[in-house]
Each structure stands twice: as structure tokens, then as C-alpha cells.
């Protein structure tokens, strides 16, 4: 087994973690106030209030790896709606209509939705061994 082989599902949970305490954040601004920014105070009815719930509980979830592949796909399901409702209609392209980090969002969570949260979480803490795609992380 090559290092790379070794030290790949690690980064899986890497990628988790990084990315669902990213996300988590957009959700913090949103409805606590932290950090601040011009999105506090987001109404819970609107658009974005809906997202900034996603945003909190599916983040935090993906952050710590509990119920992580529905918590995943529902948060690439919700940036890919973001992107289409909100960014496009600003223009073609993702640099110009900033909607760049959704895309990217979009995308690694649906990898997550797809490959688990790797050996670093609570789902493996919890429930113990996970096997995906034919490997187990043991």
C-alpha cells in the first residue's frame, strides 16, 4: 500500500472537517452574530434564512461526522440552489457572480455524500468500522 493509500482517508476527514466548520460559519453569521458581517439578522422566512439553517445544523454535523452523508447531500442539494437562484442570474461566470465557494461547496459535499466521512468521526466513534466503496478504514 502506497502512502498516498494510507494517509488518503485521513484527508477524507480532513476535507470534512474543514469544510463543514467553514460552512457551519455562513450559518453563525447568519443567526448569532459571529463573526459579524452584513448577513446578521437574516430573517428565518427568507431564502437565505432557510439556507443559514442548513448552513448551522448540517455544518456542524459534518463537521463532527454524524450523519454525514445525508447531512452532506442535503447542504450540496441547498449551494447548488444557491448558485442557480442566486448567483447565476448575476452572470456566467462563478468569478464574476461570486458564486465560486458555492460550487465548490456544492461539489465536495456531494463527494462526502458519496464517500462518508472518512475514519476521524463520530459516526466511527459511535457505530465503529465504516466500509465504503469496497475498503474498509481499519
Not at 458555492?102 to 465503529?128: T, V, W
Amino acid at each position: 500500500m502506497s502512502f498516498y493509500n494510507k494517509v488518503a482517508p485521513y484527508l477524507q476527514s480532513l476535507l470534512r472537517i474543514v469544510s463543514g466548520l467553514l460552512f457551519l460559519e455562513h450559518g453563525t453569521a447568519k443567526y448569532l452574530g459571529f463573526p459579524p458581517s452584513d448577513f446578521a439578522g437574516t430573517s428565518v422566512m427568507s431564502m437565505g434564512g432557510v439556507a443559514g439553517l442548513v448552513e448551522l445544523v448540517a455544518g456542524a454535523l459534518i463537521a463532527v461526522g454524524l450523519l454525514t452523508r445525508p447531512a452532506a447531500f442535503l447542504a450540496s442539494g441547498t449551494m447548488a440552489a444557491a448558485y442557480f437562484l442566486a448567483h447565476a442570474p448575476q452572470g456566467f461566470h462563478p468569478l464574476l457572480n461570486g458564486g465560486a465557494e458555492a460550487i465548490l461547496y456544492c461539489f465536495i459535499f456531494l463527494f462526502l455524500a458519496a464517500a462518508g466521512p472518512g475514519p476521524l468521526s463520530l459516526e466511527r466513534l459511535l457505530f465503529g468500522k465504516e466500509k465504503t466503496a469496497g475498503r474498509s478504514w481499519g
